[in-house]
């Protein structure tokens, strides 16, 4: 019994150690990715914020453009085109969008030296209401700003995709750090200690905002990686692979030059990557307005938009992808005699391209209206939040003139967290390709570059 009694309390230190060597280690990898990638987070959270707001921040500040008296009755597509043709003889039309509301211009998109114009027409009038260069657009230049930060090009483009990766993993990390491990209180961990100052006072906003927010966080960010450079090519081929994603089509079409998104516009998500079907060649040539009638026959959903056929064996295609994920389509028409040569709906998707379309509507804010935009609001801003609750208390936790970067653990990794470190870098490839850097520059890098190492520390 004595004997017994004597291993108890080694055995209990033992497990607050390991404990403790884990917690060292989450705490390390949390503070990197927080320091490292708080202005990516501050950017991608506020230009997400307003992109949730697009369609009103559009109607603000286009509304010359958009806004039209609406009166008894529209006057025919072809003609609304043909004032854009004679206003602009040299452009190529590209698509006509037709918008869901009676008070809203008619959307033409014209190409001209290889510039993209929009152009707003009054459907009752057709006269033009106003253009807009395609790239100076609001939702172009917030999407940018979203998503290359202005500057554009791959490797931004890859620095977000990282950044959003990591944002999953300083949230789980977080958690693990925020879990109580003596007793249980609610304040200081659902409830912040308002009554503390200082480091504690500010560690409480940071960790109790970020635990009620977190569950939000993470859906909009797992909800955006479908559009991501690398993991949202993971993703398709994942969906390709498990034939879950693209529509039936995909599988029994003939291989085509080119996919859909590059003869088209506006095209949802789960059928940007279909082949790109064709028309017989024949006589004659169906017009804008007979397109208009068929897809109000096929009951196609507005706002849609019509891309006109690239090429004599080109289709009409009409996608719908503004609205809710239950009413997008896809449907190609025969330019020669309106024949449907496909037609894909939301019913046609697999499973995993109908959850990424619910997804993307939810990411977007429009899948159940104003309560969709608020909650991605306070997401979005929360996290903003947290990042500045998270820098202030660093500043006063840290020593003068040091990172304060948390001590390593002494410890090993487990091996169960190696796998984990595997499999997180397999599914998130940047993420693996960031640990394996970080491996190198803490393990080989830091310890052989003393000033180095003693700001670290």
Known sequence: MQSAAKQLP?????????TNSLYQTFWRWHFYGGIIFAPFLIVLSISGALYLYQSEIETMIYKDKLIVQQGDKTLPLSEQVDEVNREYPEAEIGSVRLPKEDNRATLVKISENEVVTQVYVDPYTAKITGTILDEKHFKNVAAKLHSEWIVGGT????????AACWTIIILVTGLYI????????????????????????????????????????????????PWSGVMGEQINKLATSAKAGYPTYAW????????????????????????????????????????????????????????????????????????????????????YNGDIVEDVRFSDYGWMAKTISIGIALHEGHYFGLANQLLGTIAALGLVAIVIFSLIMWKKRKPAGKLGVPKKSDKKLRPWLIVIMIITGIVMPLAGISFITVFVFDRFIIPRVNPLQEWLS
């Open 155 to 162: 490797f931004v483009n890859r620095l977000v995709e990282l």
């Open 178 to 225: 925020w879990w109580p491990r003596n007793k249980l209180s609610l304040t200081g961990t659902i409830v912040p200690r308002f009554k503390k100052n200082g480091h504690v006072f500010w560690r409480d906003l940071h960790a109790v905002t970020a635990f009620w927010l977190s569950f939000m966080i993470l859906i909009l960010i797992v909800t955006g990686l």
């Open 10 to 18: 080694v055995k209990n230190e033992n497990k607050a150690r390991g």
């Open 252 to 335: 029994t079409a003939p291989k085509a030059e080119k996919t859909t998104n590059e003869i088209a516009e506006d095209i949802p998500w789960a059928t940007e990557n279909n082949p790109a079907p064709t028309s017989e060649p024949a006589d004659g040539k169906l017009s804008l307005d007979q397109i208009m009638y068929l897809a109000q026959e096929n009951n196609i959903q507005k706002p849609y938009t019509i891309s006109s056929p690239i090429g004599e064996d080109g289709v009409f295609t009409v996608a719908s992808s503004r609205d809710k994920p239950e009413n997008e389509a896809t449907v190609y028409f025969n330019q």
